[in-house]
Nanobody, 119 residues
Framework: VQLQASGGGLVQAGGSLRLSCAASGRTFSNYRMGWFRQAPGKEREFVAARWGFGITQYADSVKGRFTISRDNAKNAVYLQMNSLKPEDTAVYYC??????????????WGQGTLVTVSS
């Protein structure tokens, strides 16, 4: 099973990026798929998740700026990030999991993609 994240890069504050995560090896239609991030010197934090049947959840810090979407047929999840801020700079990880972001059961992780937002 593999989750491959892509789409990170360097962008100026106020700009946009779209992250993609493609899963292979099994289907995750019954799993939450989402994004987490880890900034330098900080703990990993939840960003956004989408249930297979459409419910979404966002961290307060990204509400109104980030949009998570999912294509179950492609076994993929995306994160559209708009109005980026320097504090969004982090390595972004995609994940597929059962349970909650705080208490995961049977979780799978991608390798991370770096997002750098310059001021």
């Amino acid at each position: 099973v593999q989750l491959q994240a892509s789409g990170g890069g360097l962008v100026q504050a106020g700009g946009s990026l779209r992250l993609s995560c493609a899963a292979s090896g099994r289907t995750f239609s019954n799993y939450r798929m989402g994004w987490f991030r880890q900034a330098p010197g900080k703990e990993r934090e939840f960003v956004a998740a989408r249930w297979g049947f459409g419910i979404t959840q966002y961290a307060d810090s990204v509400k109104g700026r980030f949009t998570i979407s999912r294509d179950n047929a492609k076994n993929a999840v995306y994160l559209q990030m708009n109005s980026l801020k320097p504090e969004d700079t982090a390595v972004y990880y995609c994940a597929a999991y059962l349970g909650t972001s705080a208490t995961m059961l049977d979780d799978y992780w991608g390798q991370g993609t770096l997002v750098t937002v310059s001021s």
